[in-house]
């Protein structure tokens, strides 16, 4: 029978002790670890949680209007879509009963993490309940924002949970504690409005501070104004959104709420507002829908009994357009254009006029021979489609910034072209790029 030295065996069984001790400690460290992790998320949600409370015990009590700050709105139970009514309000004179600059309605469906931001045309004429006709930015004037909920739950028949009401400071103190944002500014813009509030952006990519971006989105001194205007507005919003979205936002949230408290009202519980921003955060950005409430084929430009100019819209038209955008009527129609369909379309595409495009720059009766030799674009900024070349031409529809277009023609620096949708229009040469 053959022993094993008794040094050896002492050594081997050193070795396993060791190797026991290595694991333990590192067992221990990891555990530290995990428990160091876990405390500083738990301080972290707690300061949110505290931060949150701070702010709503005085963004529940600020009043933008004398009347209308308690909303009765529809309550949401956390798992179907939930409707959020922004209001901006230019509040520099301390008005007792300001218009809503802008109006915007986010639409969240927790369950598929997509969204809809649609903004409403400040001058969309519209039934104000008890009060008649009028524009649709009156109604916060009138009865604050519970008529302005009550109002937009009417025009578009679709529930709104939440009402959020800020002011020039509000919006600024937002934009600046998120460390402000990357926006790509399609023109020069200049305005000399109270020497605080003068707009003056140079064109180009940069990074915006709260100030530069609340100058972005008031600026409506472009050929088509608001509706440039309220591009911009979503644009700017999708920014903020997907900023938020980013690991910093966690830690600068308290700093953003308090930047904002004194200049925020809402009808949310705290509750709500951790629910909205978990299911903020989930969202998909890239399948947001942001889209104009009315959209341009259903509205007509016209004056009411005063002189006003007001948008008169197809109520009804407005009202199937919302339920498509959140998808809860089936989608719209996505007919292929000349320019989606790509080479070899024989039949053509139709557009508004019935006309299908053809090969070169013209439009043929529909026996066009595929779409190789047309000329495209991109539009550089939102812009109306007209039906002909001139700004006294009926608007058709809008294209928005980076919209792809097929140049078919041009006539006085006016592009004639076809949209990816189908439509047949004219945009101004200064908005198209032509590759």
């Known amino acids: 029978m053959n022993f094993q030295p008794v040094n050896e065996t002492e050594n081997q069984s050193e070795q396993i002790e060791s190797r026991v001790r290595t694991r333990k400690r590192r067992g221990r460290g990891f555990r530290r670890i995990l428990l160091l992790l876990a405390a500083f998320v738990l301080g972290l949600f707690s300061y949110n949680l505290i931060a949150v409370m701070k702010f709503l015990d005085k963004a529940n009590q600020n009043q933008f209007s004398k009347i209308g700050n308690s909303v009765a ?28 600059d802008s109006m915007m309605l986010v639409s969240i469906d927790p369950k598929t993490n997509t969204a809809a931001l649609m903004s409403i045309m400040r001058d969309t004429y519209v039934t104000v309940p008890g009060h008649g006709k009028n524009k649709i930015n009156q109604a916060f004037s009138i009865g604050g924002p519970s008529l302005a909920v009550k ?3 009417d025009f578009l028949q679709i529930p709104v949970h939440y009402y959020v009401v800020t002011d020039f400071h509000g919006f600024e103190g937002i934009v600046d504690a998120i460390g402000g944002v990357d926006i790509n500014v399609e023109i020069p813009m200049k305005h000399v409005d109270d020497g605080v509030y003068d707009i003056n952006l140079k064109k180009g990519l940069q990074h915006l501070s709260g100030r530069e971006a609340l100058q972005y989105v008031r600026y409506r001194g472009d050929i088509t104004a608001d509706f440039a205007r309220t591009d911009r507005q979503r644009k700017l ?53 942001a889209v104009q409430v009315p959209p341009n084929e259903l509205l007509t430009e016209t004056y009411n009994a005063i002189g006003e100019s007001i948008l008169q819209p197809d109520v009804k ?29 024989g ?3 139709r557009g508004n006029g019935g006309q299908g495009v053809s090969s070169g720059a013209n439009s043929g009766a529909g026996s066009g021979s595929g779409t190789a030799s047309l000329r495209t674009g991109t539009v550089t900024s939102g812009v109306n489609v007209r039906q002909g070349p001139g700004t006294n031409n009926p608007i058709l529809t809008s294209a928005g910034q980076g919209d792809q277009v097929a140049i078919l023609g041009e006539t006085g620096g006016w592009y004639k072209v076809e949209l990816q949708n189908g439509t047949v229009g004219y945009i101004f040469g200064e908005y198209v790029q032509v590759r």
């Open 73 to 100: 709105a529809s309550e949401w139970d956390g798992q179907e879509r939930v409707n959020v009514l922004m209001l901006g309000v230019d509040n520099r004179d301390k008005d007792s009963s300001p218009r809503s």
């Open 151 to 153: 109002t937009v739950e």
């Open 237 to 289: 919003v999708k920014a903020v959104l997907a900023e938020m979205k980013t690991p910093l936002t966690l830690v600068r949230f308290p700093s953003m709420l308090k930047e904002a408290e004194s200049y925020v009202q809402t009808n949310m519980t705290a509750t709500d507002l951790m629910r909205l921003s978990t299911d903020l955060l989930a969202l998909d950005q890239s399948s947001m829908n």
């Open 317 to 345: 038209g407005v009202q199937k357009f919302v339920r498509e955008t959140l998808g809860e009527d089936g989608k719209p129609a996505n007919s292929k254009s000349a320019l989606a369909a790509g080479a070899g379309a």
């Open 347 to 349: 039949a053509g595409s």
